[in-house]
Structure formats: structure tokens, C-alpha cells
Antibody, heavy 118, light 111 residues
Framework: QVQLAQSGTEVRKPGASVKISCQASGYTFTTYYMQWVRQAPGHGLEWMGM????????AYSQAFRGRVTLTSDTSTSTVYLQLSSLRSEDTAVYYCGRSPYGDYVLDWGQGTLVSVSS | QSVLTQPPSVSGAPGQTITIFCTGSSSNIGAGYDVHWYKQLPRTAPKLLLYGTNKRPSGVPDRFSGTKSGTSASLAITGLQAEDEADYYCQAYDSSLSGSVFGGGTKLTVL
């Protein structure tokens, strides 16, 4: 069955960077986009961006442009999200999600908590 | 302030029908882009409920349906059950932002 296994909790100080991973299994990795969505405590879902793992093309939310980088490694079926210049408002659970056409998310990872605190 | 506007909360008694609206603009729903809906239980990842405005993934009961008109979309749940109590989110592509956007979410309480 499809599984998206995300890396574990990360704790960072303001100004630092974080890189979290999402390893896919149970389907052909290169035939689906991967979206990234985050959810701050007590808040709603926020779209961050997506990547086409086959060709590496990306699209980012304007809210994160310049701070977020999505990459993929087809040899390990893993997608990475790197977020830089972290601030306390970036404290959130970050989800990856398999997306057939880059529009909706069909399957979700379990989420990765990123905590930013001095 | 979300690009897609949802009511913060709705409620209904078991067996009743509720509707959650998602209001957008001419650059997203009004431009003809599909709307997708998700259900999220506390402390869990969201789950796809409807895609392409009114299509149900395998396993989603037909008590859930979606429509779209103009710059708004709606999710209807008939025969409300206790297990339907959750947060619901709409999502659509926005051409002016060149990316996807979510509604602010609606908390459904089953009385």
C-alpha cells in the first residue's frame, strides 16, 4: 500500500534552517507530484509548494518564495523540504502529500513537527 | 486571511444535513478550477474527502457530496453521524497566486 514516511521532529533556533524528508513507497514515485502543506498549532492548512519528482520542476507559494526549496531523489524515492531563515511562526506540523496532477492530495504523510524557539 | 473563505464552525444533529460553503474569487473557484475537500480529525493528517468538486475517492460514503457555482463551492453531508465531527478544508488552484490555496477550515460539531 502507499506509504509516505516523514522524518522525525526537529527543533531549531530562529535564523536556522531545517530539512525534512518524505520517503514514498507502494507506488511509482516519478508518476505523482508531491505537495507540501503545513499546519501551525491551532491553525488551518497552508500550502507551501510542490515538486514533480520526475523532472524536478517546482512551484512555491509566494508566502515562502526565497525561503523554501523542494528537491527529490529518485534513487531513494524521497522528497525533501528545506526551509531557511526560520522564525517562531514557522513552528508547525509539515505534511507531504502524493498528488496525481498537482492539484489535490490523494495520500498524506504522518507529518513532521518543526519547533522554532530560542 | 485565507483566499478561500469558510465559516469557522457549523453544527447539526445526528441524521440531519449540513452544508459547508467555500467562497473564493474570479482567480480560483470563479475561474473554473476544481475544488477539493479534506476532513481532518484532531492530531491526525488530513484525509481526502472529495476531489474535482464532486468526486469521491474509494471508501468515502455517498453521504458526502460537492457542488460549485460561480465563485463558491459547497460540501454537503447528509445523515450526519458522530464520526463526522472534524475539521473540513477546501482547496483550489489560484491563478493570481500561481499556486494552490486552502480555506481557513470549518469545525463541524455533531450535537
Amino acid at each position: 500500500q502507499v506509504q509516505l514516511a516523514q522524518s522525525g521532529t526537529e527543533v531549531r533556533k530562529p535564523g536556522a534552517s531545517v530539512k525534512i524528508s518524505c520517503q514514498a513507497s507502494g507506488y511509482t514515485f516519478t508518476t505523482y507530484y508531491m505537495q507540501w502543506v503545513r499546519q501551525a498549532p491551532g491553525h488551518g492548512l497552508e500550502w507551501m509548494g510542490m515538486i514533480n519528482p520526475q523532472i524536478g520542476s517546482t512551484a512555491y507559494s509566494q508566502a515562502f518564495r526565497g525561503r523554501v526549496t523542494l528537491t527529490s531523489d529518485t534513487s531513494t524515492s524521497t522528497v525533501y523540504l528545506q526551509l531557511s531563515s526560520l522564525r517562531s511562526e514557522d513552528t508547525a506540523v509539515y505534511y507531504c502529500g502524493r498528488s496525481p496532477y498537482g492539484d489535490y492530495v490523494l495520500d498524506w504523510g504522518q507529518g513532521t513537527l518543526v519547533s522554532v524557539s530560542s | 486571511q485565507s483566499v478561500l473563505t469558510q465559516p469557522p464552525s457549523v453544527s447539526g444533529a445526528p441524521g440531519q444535513t449540513i452544508t459547508i460553503f467555500c467562497t473564493g474569487s474570479s482567480s480560483n473557484i470563479g475561474a473554473g478550477y476544481d475544488v477539493h475537500w479534506y476532513k481532518q480529525l484532531p492530531r491526525t493528517a488530513p484525509k481526502l474527502l472529495l476531489y474535482g468538486t464532486n468526486k469521491r475517492p474509494s471508501g468515502v460514503p455517498d453521504r458526502f457530496s460537492g457542488t460549485k457555482s460561480g465563485t463558491s463551492a459547497s460540501l454537503a453531508i447528509t445523515g450526519l453521524q458522530a464520526e463526522d465531527e472534524a475539521d473540513y478544508y477546501c482547496q483550489a488552484y489560484d491563478s493570481s497566486l500561481s499556486g494552490s490555496v486552502f480555506g481557513g477550515g470549518t469545525k463541524l460539531t455533531v450535537l
